[in-house]
């Protein structure tokens, strides 16, 4: 209950300050089985001074938003041991605990700080992981991430994406025109930062491989461009104002290169910009729809949506030969392609009767797998640790963000308080 | 008549062949520094009017609501580039008029309803664009009259999420 009110508390104040921006992150369905695990409370070296952050609730809220995991409330742990030699394994047994987080925040006399955990299994008796990262002070929240990436990493066999960032875009309606401004925003939703703010529409954020840097497509000057902006400085520039379309931006692994759709020739083709030489090749050659391009995790390939069949479906072609291979069979709407980290499937939007949905297309067999119910979902891009999509669904209150792992068994609702959100893009591990 | 339209689409097939046959190319991109954030202009807020007395001179065909020049909306079917039948009047009269007045320029707006993948609906609103501007060469427009510009599904005419307000999302606007 603590716990709750506290974070209730501070939730509050920092939505009076961002009430527009903040994610609400709510897990709607997890595993049956979730992982039982306990955080206890983490020792402070300046007793009776506030500690900065509450790490075992960021930790906490982490793991428990992830479905996977079921932990226990702060007010049902037997005790509270900062040490190895003090966690007396018998209470928590009785409790049917099987897993405990212990730990420590350190202030170094440089005004830094030291984070310390250990992950105990309480039947085995034995520390699954230990380890001391340092911080520095506005790095604590980072670390806080980092220590669920650990636990999550230690307990499923998944890599975690916990320390990690999203991009989105909101729209809000003033009494005579729409303000369209592009946010990211740690993966809890916390420390959202406007990067761009216009009455024009905005659309597909594309993170550069590295995290330092976004694509988007802009309206300013009423046609559509294709920026780059560097996230921590705020500089950008604009890659691609031709006449006609310039949208669609997507980053090559290697970050030299953004493949873009153009129409500047009669029609939308995908192009790829060489950001180094600042030369253009083209890369598809069709009459009707070429666009939404991808870049596959190897560098090789480009996945696209075209229609050149009648009705859109995904395409992939290599970018120094040409010859497209459709990769989507099933149904008569399948658009908008972003590849899994491996390489081994491809989230899309895909249309049944009059309903949009989130699915999987396995490159492996050709299947594909619908994931959400729809009926006006789009935009789905994967984690990148490959186990959950996020993705844009329309509700009652507009646009809402949303995520679904690969299996379907666990849904998150990512909401704002007020106004649209769409367009996410979940942005690479942070290094 | 019928030899007009099969003229029409002969020409049609001609564009469509043409732009098959293009080659790979090697180009230069402009880039363009934008540090200092340009101003998104917002200039269609506000429009003036005249108010000359003697109107029976300055009156326009476009004013004139019982004029097919007054059509200035053409509605597509669901994920449909195809005009229908019952814009040609309008396309014929609109054509016409670019002839008779060359300095006389638009913009085709075309928009998508919200069903689906946003890019897509972009590429979409220029095809449906696209499609109309084709029709107004072929009916003597030339092509330096007409501007194309796709909001895909960014600009919904109404924002309903139904089957009316797609019915009216999915249209190319002509704007003189």
């Known amino acids: 209950m603590r716990i709750f009110i506290k974070s209730f508390l501070i939730y509050f104040l920092f939505v009076s300050f961002q009430a527009h921006a903040v994610l609400d992150i709510k897990i709607t369905q997890g595993i049956e089985e979730p992982i039982p695990i306990a955080i206890t409370m983490f020792g402070w070296s300046q007793a009776g001074r506030v500690a900065p952050i509450d790490i075992v609730e960021i930790i906490t809220n982490d793991l428990a938003r992830s479905g996977r995991f079921n932990v226990m409330d702060a007010q049902d742990l037997p005790q509270n041991p900062t040490q190895f030699d003090a966690i007396n394994f018998n209470d928590w047994r009785k409790l049917g605990m099987e897993n405990i987080v212990i730990g420590n925040l350190v202030l170094t006399d440089s005004g830094n700080y030291d984070v310390s955990f250990r992950l105990v299994d309480i039947y085995r008796k034995k520390q699954i992981a230990g380890f001391r990262i340092p911080a520095k002070p506005g790095l604590l929240r980072r670390v806080a991430h980092q220590v669920s990436d650990i636990i999550f990493e230690k307990l499923t066999g998944i890599e975690g994406a916990f320390n990690t960032r999203v991009a989105y875009i909101t729209v809000k309606k003033n009494k005579t025109k729409k303000i369209h401004t592009l946010y990211i925003a740690d993966a809890d939703g916390y420390n959202a930062k406007m990067l761009l703010e216009s009455p024009e529409p905005l659309l597909s954020p594309s993170w550069s491989y590295d995290g330092k840097k976004i694509a988007y497509v802009s309206f300013e000057g009423k046609n559509s461009s294709v920026f780059i902006q560097d996230i921590s400085t705020g500089k950008r520039v604009r890659v691609s104002k031709f006449e006609g379309i310039n949208s669609s931006p997507s980053w090559s692994p290697d970050g030299s290169r953004l493949a873009v759709t153009l129409s500047k020739d009669g029609n939308t083709e995908i192009y790829v910009i060489n950001l180094i030489t600042k030369s253009l090749k083209r890369i598809t050659n069709h009459d009707g729809i070429d666009t939404e391009p991808t870049w596959s995790p190897d560098g090789q390939k480009l996945a696209f949506t075209s229609n050149r069949s009648g009705n859109p479906q995904i395409y992939e072609i290599a970018i120094n030969e040409g010859k497209p291979k459709r990769l989507s069979f099933e149904g008569t709407y399948n658009a908008r392609a972003r590849y899994s980290p491996n390489g081994n499937s491809i989230t899309l939007v895909h249309a049944s009767g009059n309903s949009y949905h989130i699915a999987i297309l396995d490159l492996n067999n050709g299947y594909i797998n619908i994931l959400t119910d729809g009926p006006l979902d789009e935009s789905p891009s994967f984690a990148p640790n490959g186990s959950m999509v996020i993705y844009a669904t329309t509700g009652r209150r507009g646009g809402q963000l949303a995520a679904i792992s690969v299996d379907g068994r666990i849904k998150q609702r990512l909401g704002l308080h007020q106004g649209d959100v769409r367009e996410p893009a979940w942005g690479p591990f942070l290094k | ?176």
Not at chain 2, 99 to 117: C, F, W
Not at chain 2, 146 to 158: C, D, H, M, Q, T
């Open chain 2, 1 to 176: 008549m019928s030899i007009r339209i099969l003229f029409v689409i002969g020409l049609a097939f001609l564009l469509l062949g043409c732009s098959k046959d293009q080659v790979k190319e090697e180009e230069p991109v402009e880039v363009t520094d934008l540090t200092a954030n340009s101003t998104a202009s917002d200039e269609d807020s506000a429009q003036t009017y005249g108010a000359e007395d003697d109107s029976s001179s300055t009156f326009s065909q476009l004013d004139d609501p019982q004029s097919p020049l007054s059509v200035r909306i053409i509605y597509f079917e669901y994920d449909s580039t195809q005009i229908s039948s019952d814009y040609r009047s309008a396309i014929e009269a609109h054509s016409l008029y670019l002839q008779q007045n060359p300095n006389t320029y638009i913009t085709l707006e075309g928009h998508a309803d919200e069903r689906g993948s946003r890019e897509y609906n972009l590429a979409l609103g220029e095809s449906r664009a696209k499609a109309v501007k084709q029709q107004m060469l072929l009916l003597g427009a030339t092509s330096n009259q007409i501007r194309l510009v796709s909001y895909g599904e960014e600009r919904p005419a109404n924002d309903g999420h139904d089957d009316m307000s797609w019915q009216q999302n999915r249209r190319v606007e002509i704007l003189y």
